[in-house]
């Protein structure tokens, strides 16, 4: 079956922190894709990277940046100098047919 | 419009009555998908459309839902004798391409349902 854990309910730092915001996946299947989506208080997810299962790489992007292991089934999104902006609800989502997603973490950046 | 635009934006209803739900996805995106977000959980797949072909309604939790796309664009999710375990957040979400797993899914802001 597939599956994405999002153990970490809720987060709070104070800004410029780093933080980084866990997601461990489950499938069986070799092939598949893994995304990361921003849910603001104004309820649209927004996409922030998409990653598929051949592609090891680690990627950075601004202040954001994704650590992906396939030996530990995890794909971790660390925001480095956290800001007020970055407060929001995060998902990690896995799509092997369809795109199933994380209970999410809600991240509070505090000035 | 630039973006997944999604009507009425909130929405109460009494139980028993039905209701309909509007997502306008963004224009030229071959795909259209359906989720339902409970409380503090993450996006559950209800229902996938290609075109104007429903390939998928795996996710619909009873034959009180029922989803369709008749041209290709716009799509409308109705629900018929709403209960209150159907209050939540219901998604849709529109892509460019055919529903392959790499495909970005592009969100609208949701429609927030109330069942009284």
């Known amino acids: 079956a597939q599956k994405v854990t999002q153990a970490q309910t809720e987060i709070s730092v104070v800004e410029k922190e780093d933080v980084t915001l866990d997601c461990v996946y489950e499938?069986?299947?070799?092939?598949?894709?893994l995304f990361w989506y921003k849910q603001p208080p104004s309820g649209e997810l927004v996409f922030l990277i998409r990653?598929?299962?051949?592609?090891?790489q680690n990627e950075i992007s601004g202040r954001y940046s994704w650590n992906f292991q396939k030996s530990t089934s995890s794909f971790n999104f660390t925001i480095t100098a956290s800001q007020v902006v970055d407060s929001a609800v995060y998902f990690c989502a896995l799509n092997t047919d369809k795109l199933i997603f994380g209970t999410g973490t809600r991240l509070q950046v505090f000035p | 419009g630039a973006g997944v635009s999604q009507s009425p934006r909130y929405k109460v209803a009494k139980r028993g009555q039905d209701v309909a739900l509007r997502c306008d996805p963004i224009?030229?995106?071959?795909?259209l998908f359906w989720y339902q977000q409970a409380l503090g959980q993450g996006p559950e797949f209800l229902t996938y459309f290609q075109n104007e072909a429903q390939l998928d309604k795996s996710g619909l939790p009873s034959d009180r839902f029922f989803a369709e796309r008749p041209e290709g664009s716009v799509s409308t999710l109705k629900i018929q004798r709403t209960q209150q375990e159907d209050s939540a957040v219901y998604l849709c979400a529109s892509s460019l391409d055919w529903g392959g797993l790499r495909n970005i899914q592009y969100f609208g802001a949701g429609t927030r349902l109330s069942v009284l």
């Open positions: 499938t069986r299947d070799t092939t598949y894709y």
């Open positions: 990653r598929n299962s051949f592609d090891e």
């Open positions: 224009s030229g995106h071959v795909s």
